[in-house]
């Protein structure tokens, strides 16, 4: 395996290991009645699950989005 192989690997567990976390401490807050909310004009992101795909998806955008609207509780 390459050193660019072994690179993208080593960037795609670190992101599904971001996003693992992100679901569990969205469900954590959700449970304490302290749920994590961000709107975007008409979209609002409020479910764990969705926090998580999104930081799957879109890492860069999302999960430092999600720890600056978990910030604000």
Known sequence: M???ALGGLMAAVVVAIAS???LQDARARARL???VVATFG???VD???VWAALSLVVVVVFLPLYL???AAD
């Open 2 to 4: 390459g050193a660019g």
């Open 20 to 22: 693992l976390w992100v």
């Open 33 to 35: 009645g302290r749920p």
């Open 68 to 70: 600056v609207a978990r």
């Open 47 to 49: 479910r764990p699950e």
């Open 42 to 44: 008409a979209l609002t």
